[in-house]
């Protein structure tokens, strides 16, 4: 790359800051008591989705015994994958997650956490919107995903052993892009989206979802860079136990968890700030 290529590709990315500090679980234990949250102090153009007629997305369910799982596949395309990894490497993965708590032992990756831009999510949301479910018991489909983004990075010998996810409230940025904003209690999350960024055609070796059926026998999903998985988690019997499998081999896989969010009622995503934030 020439020296006026690195210029422009750099002016592409506007810098970033920390918008929360939450307690951070380590894998092993331990707890690092301020872990940041980022956002971009501008929306970043390489995040910015557009319109792709080569993307036809196309949702698959999984027989899961019952229970809720599905892929959506040719979702994001390999540039807007590629984009995302590099937003998250520029704000640093880190051994500790913030807002997590995980026994130690179970979560054995590389995270970062950080509030996206609508012009990220909002197009992929439309993209996909059609294909999820218009009610989930009796929550029904909210219009926005949270702007939270869980990411995760596997290096050589990585994995997330068995577990399920906890069911989360919303987030967004302010209007100045300084604080992370929690959205009401009517709306929570019911679906884990699991985005992946990367697979075996880039060299990832392993790293298969793993999702059991209530009798114990389980289904595979390998990771296809710009589809995505959902399953249902939360706190019930309904929610889906799972493993990111181990990843092997010099080339870590990236994958962003976001949340699918559905409400009780009427409900805005107007905002109250979220505890720890407000840190720059």
């Not at 993307?55 to 540039?79: K, N, Q, T, V, Y």
């Not at 029904?140 to 983004?149: C, D, G, Y």
């Not at 070796?205 to 009798?215: E, I, S, V």
């Not at 962003?256 to 805005?268: C, D, F, K, L, P």
Request: neutral net charge; aromatic residues 8%.
């Amino acid at each position: 790359m020439s020296a006026l290529m690195a210029h422009n590709a750099a002016l592409e990315w506007p810098a970033h800051r920390t918008v929360a500090l939450l307690p951070g679980s380590l894998p092993l234990g331990g707890v690092v008591p301020d872990t940041p949250i980022h956002a971009f102090i501008a929306p970043p153009p390489p995040l910015e989705l557009h319109a792709d007629a080569a993307l036809r997305p196309e949702r698959h369910d999984i027989e899961l015994g019952g229970l809720l799982a599905f892929e959506i596949r040719h979702l994001a395309s390999a540039a807007e994958a590629d984009a995302i990894v590099e937003a998250t490497e520029r704000f640093g993965y880190r051994d500790e997650a913030p807002g997590i708590s995980t026994p130690p032992g179970m979560r054995m990756n590389k995270s970062v956490h950080w509030v996206a831009d609508l012009g990220l999510l909002g197009p992929l949301f439309q993209r996909m919107r059609a294909l999820l479910p218009a009610r989930i018991d009796t929550m029904t489909l909210h219009p926005r995903l949270s702007e939270r983004l869980n990411m995760y990075r596997y290096d050589d010998g990585d994995v997330f052993n068995r577990h399920t996810d906890g069911e989360w409230p919303g987030f967004s940025l302010d209007s100045e892009r300084r604080r992370m904003l929690q959205w009401p209690a009517p709306v929570r999350s019911c679906l884990t989206m699991l985005l992946y960024l990367n697979g075996p055609d880039e060299g990832v070796q392993g790293g298969d979802t793993r999702l059991y059926r209530p009798d114990g026998s389980s289904h595979d999903v390998r990771p296809t860079k710009g589809s995505a998985l959902f399953f249902r988690h939360g706190f019930g019997p309904q929610s889906v136990m799972h493993v990111g499998c181990a990843v092997r081999g010099p080339v870590p896989k990236y994958v962003a968890r976001i949340n699918v969010m559905y409400e009780a009622g009427t409900s805005s995503p107007s905002s109250r700030r979220a505890p720890g934030s407000g840190v720059d």
